[in-house]
């Protein structure tokens, strides 16, 4: 059985905006920068990440 890696952090490539992946609520949470506001994030985490754990 294969394992999804889901990533514990991402970044929006358009506003620097920097979250964590909370365990205990599933969902993500601002780890430090908050971006702006109203900013269609861009996630870092899409097409290059490899979603297969090891
Ligand atoms: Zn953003």
Redesign the pocket.
């Known amino acids: 059985m294969t394992q999804l890696n889901l990533p514990d952090r991402r970044q929006?490539?358009?506003?620097?905006?920097e979250d964590t992946w909370d365990e205990e609520t599933h969902n993500w949470r601002i780890a430090d920068e908050e971006?702006?506001p109203f900013?269609?994030?861009?996630w870092d985490i899409n097409g290059t990440h490899n979603p297969i754990r090891k």
């Open positions: 929006c490539v358009a506003c620097g905006r971006g702006r900013c269609i994030h861009e």
